[in-house]
C-alpha cells in the first residue's frame, strides 16, 4: 500500500498564490507518475497536472497553463503543485494521486493506483 499526505490549502484572496504538497510512503518502490485532480461541490473530479517520475515530463490542463507548475522531489517523493494568480472558481479540494505503473490516460482519475485525502483551496473574491 501507498499513503499519500496533502498538504498547504487554505483560504486566499483571488490574486493570490498558493503551494500544495504531496508526500508518498509506504511501498513507493514503484512510481510512474504523480498528478493533482480537483474536484467542486457538485463537480466531477478534474485533471489539473501530472509529473512522470524518471523524466520529469509534466502535463497540465489547458485552462490552467501558465498559472499552474507541478514539481518534484524524487528524494523525499513528493510532489508539489505551485497555484498562482488564484481565482474564485479554483475554489474545490485538491486531491493528489499516484500511478505506479501506467495506467492510461494522464487525464482519467481511474488512471491511478492511489490517493490521498484531499485539502480544501478556497479562493475569495
Known amino acids: 500500500q501507498v499513503q499519500l499526505v496533502e498538504s498547504g490549502g487554505g483560504l486566499v484572496q483571488a490574486g493570490g498564490s498558493l503551494r500544495l504538497s504531496c508526500a508518498a510512503s509506504g511501498r513507493t518502490f514503484s512510481v510512474y507518475r504523480m498528478g493533482w485532480f480537483r474536484q467542486a461541490p457538485g463537480k466531477e473530479r478534474d485533471f489539473v497536472a501530472a509529473?512522470?517520475?524518471?523524466?520529469?515530463?509534466?502535463y497540465y490542463a489547458d485552462s490552467l497553463k501558465g498559472r499552474f507548475t507541478i514539481s518534484r522531489d524524487n528524494a523525499k517523493i513528493t510532489v508539489y503543485l505551485e497555484m498562482n494568480s488564484l481565482k474564485p472558481e479554483d475554489t474545490a479540494v485538491y486531491y493528489c494521486a499516484l500511478d505506479q505503473y501506467y495506467g492510461g490516460l494522464v487525464e482519467r482519475p481511474r488512471t491511478y493506483d492511489y490517493w490521498g485525502q484531499g485539502t480544501q483551496v478556497t479562493v475569495s473574491s
Open positions: 509529473i512522470t517520475w524518471s523524466g520529469g515530463a509534466t
